[in-house]
């Protein structure tokens, strides 16, 4: 054993000098400029944020498109992470590895990230080629869709480098059974104040039992609603600087926390399944964009389900998130590339997306206001896609990973009741503001 | 890469006995303190297996009776719905063949090579085979962290990342077992060899018709655990896997509770009890040479 | 000795020589190569990696030893180290007591099926994956879904909220990385047991050595070397501690549970800070060299050897 010991202290001696000797470990840098290739074949790859629910919906939409263009081979890659931080920092990485990725479909959290780092082309000339149908497209959008497109996703030098997709803004789908039971009405024009929200919840509660809300600390689904709805943010208009300590945001993450102190909230930490408890008739409102409707389908609960706006103390608020396409520099089918982005801005994609089962309201109002996306869906579904007119594009600044840790976990120490709002909220105002260089 | 300190040699084949002799010993009088110890020990085994009953529990449940206060331990009204709903959000045979192949490549060829380097170190007295084991011998104190980041770069230079190869070429060296092994080889007497010499055997005849036959207990106990290990392993698969196909179970199993849309509780819980039931069935099945091989490596998986 | 040392002497020794030579070294280059491309040369490279910034889009830049001021002036580090050493050493007393424990009791155990319902029980936990595991406790300690909360509601005990207080998190993970890995621990104790000659217990007690004087005079002292090594195996693998905090905590909240490795993987993995993470990397190779370094100097001071 003693022997041992010298042996290894003489190693480590012995590979510190074989290390100084070792070299060629050289690490090179990204692909080259790619090229146009034909705009009906050719293999593409199409990165996307999904798990495996989605991905179902997403192969059936590409299925549809190979019969438009058979010699297109799609090879769609999702990737299941948990935010779009992570979605990003992955995509970036495997694209700076050299992997052959033509169109990364990103939503508003991560396009700073890849419009700052100059890995995609200029959609101009492509645009141009096809002004028709690019056209149709934006006059179909609400103005906010494309106006938040260009002011929070052009490239460095303010070119077009993204064509928004659908959105996510953020609404409460109510369990009616549970409302009806406690005999709380539902709001009738889906309007209803904190102070309406909390006289409902105490009532279920005395009745039911059941829970009102969920309290969790997620950025995109408890911050930003909650600030939202009065008047509040994380950051300012164009993200430049933090405002996450503001009288109207400290109001925000004191009445979440108070939703938790008069039980009407179940204790945060841990894993608390929101479908299950709602389901269960245990939890009155479901949070979400239009991804709940899954759930809400699976459960075979379309029918007891209706979906409202936020509550408000402010105003109307919601965040909103929306997917966008892009081609990356070096893709080498640019054309073909171009030809599929062309189809996913088609009213028949669009349909046909929202009807299997696509977890995001239809950038075409003509679609979301149709059929394919309110069938099958909660009574109240358009809100979703109304909630438009009053969103706010979620703050997402290019260390968006680190500063979506800081505001979920100031928010979540606040909500636990582990820390004053005031306090909690001006660290975290101190560590985003040197996250943006102040 | 496991840092490991190197083990003190322990008796694996004495804890089997010490285990197996619990209840044999009819000499010792049933005392008072016996019996506490006995009630103690039950009791806390019940503790231990509880939060895998009430896993077990829930997966069968049907969902709207889940989760119920106060707790269920039947799981009433049954159902096996949950086990197939499973496949809705995860390719789960996808990824369990995925950890199964993985698992079979590390542990098959980290142990062919280490056997023959071991084979090296122990009979052949070439110059500088000290020094290079010492060498490799340093190595485990380097932490598997410390490399992942080089071997993670390396791995996208050359296009492996999203893999199963990204994790199962750094898996093929694995230093203690060259130790180990050739330690083990040594306790084989030299004899043996030089008879077979005689015979005319050469060096891959003594190796796999000799040594390896006669190292059976020990090749066995490192496969187990380096099996288990690559099984189990979460570290790598987080860093170099990410599209749902290409996980490992432990990488997919987390993935079904992330996120938007993310698995039903009981959905997630029938996920993880379609991974230990199987695990708890091989481990009743060979319950000697697993406690067998951790108690004669020192090896933590 | 060797049977080459015998063979010298004979006639067409030198070939012989260097047939063995060469006969080694085919036998150990499949291992020497990878352990040159899987450990040597990312070592050599991690070392490397630590002077440069580095986020894998952008080329890289040296920069000398900023990675290394910042990591002595990190804010963040001092806490990352405390919560680093105070989860390896409660995770060493824990798992000593508790598997020594054990031990003692399966090994003085009279119903053979209860020994073997403990043996399931304690190991077989240590089997299943820390990604199984930290899911299922996830839930288990959730204050509405799990058991834990859910029994202390009903009998109107007031549970700090284990995974949402920073004063109770690091606990939790400590408690059930115990639960995880005690198995181990217990195995590696019970082996130990069989260490100690029954003939000195026996003449111990014919002496009228109490039970406790047993203990604490005759099986410690015998089984220091397994004491030692279980010490040491236990804190290399909680000094690494990560898939539990990625899964259950993500190092929160406020902090109160990131550990050294979470912080590298935070660094490197999502914030795509190569260079730092791998200068944070060195400094986990040099705490955990230097813990090898005592275990082997303090071997022989406390370390009773036969």
Redesign the interface.
Known sequence: MHKRMKGLAKAAAVTAAAALLMTGCTAGGGGGGGSEGSPDSGDLSFVYMGDADQQKAFNALFAEFNKEYPDIKLKAVGIPSGNWATFSTTVATRLAGGQKIDIIQVATEGQRLFASKGILTDLAPYIEQDQDVVDDYWADLSPNLVKFNEEYASGPDGETVFIPGGFNTMAMYLNKSVFEKAGVPIPEDGNWTWDEFVAAGKQIKEKTGAYLTGAGSGYFVDVMPWLTTNGASTFNEDWSEPTYNTPEAVESAEFARSLVEMGLAPKPGGQFDGNTAFKQGKLATLNGGRWPVLGVRDMDMVDQTVVVNWPTNAQNGSPVGWDAWNITKNSENKQAAWTFIKFLMSKEAGEYFATIGGTIVPARESVANSEAFTGNAPEGTVRLSEAMGFATPIPSIDQGAEAQKVIEEAWGTIVAGQGEAQPTLDAAQDELGSLVGE | MTTIPLAPPVPGDDVLVALEKAGRRKSRRRTPGGVVVDVVLVVFGILMISPLVWLIVQSLTVPEFAFASPPSWLPIPFTLQNFADVLDYMPFFQQFGNSLLLAAISTAGALLFSILAAYAFARIDFRGSRLLLVIMLSALMVPAQLVIIPIFIMMRQVGLVDTLASLWLPALINVFQIFFLSQYFKTIPRELDEAARIDGAGHLWILFRMLVPLSAPAIAALAILGFEASWNGYFGPLIFLSSPENMTLPLGLVTLQNGFGAAPAVVVFAAITMVVLPLLVVFLAFQRQIVESVASTGLKG | M???TITARRPGALLQRRR??A??????S???L??IV????????????AFLE?D?????QFVGLANFEQLFTDPELPQVLWNTFVFAIASIVTHLVFGLL?AL???????????Y????????????????V??????????????VG??A??FGIELP??????AWALPAIIFIDL?H?LG?TF??M??????VPSELVEAARTDGATGWQIFWNVTLPLMS??LF?AT??TF??AF?I??PI??ITKG????STTTI?MY??EK?????D?GY??AV??L??VI??GV??L???G??KWVH?S
Request: charged content about 10%; aromatic content about 20%; hydrophobic content about 60%.
């Open positions: 060797s049977s080459d063995a030579e006969a080694g070294w085919l036998f150990v499949p291992a020497v990878l352990f899987f450990v040597a040369a990312p070592f050599v490279f991690a070392i490397a990696l580095w894998l889009l952008t080329p890289p054990l009791g399966v090994n003085n155990l009279i119903s053979r099926s209860i020994g319902f403990a043996r399931v029980a304690i190991f077989f936990p240590f089997l299943i994956s820390w990604a199984a930290s899911l299922l406790w996830k839930y288990v300690l959730d204050p509405t879904f799990g058991y859910q029994y509601a009903m909220n284990f995974l949402a207080d920073p639960w890995t181990f195995i590696i019970l082996a130990g047991l069989q260490t070397p397994t090594f040491i195996i290399i693998g690494q990560f898939d990625q899964i929160g909240p406020q902090g490795i590298l993987y490197g993995f999502q914030a795509f190569m993470a791998a990397a060195l986990v190779f955990i060299m090898t370094l275990q082997f100097i071997r022989r050897e």
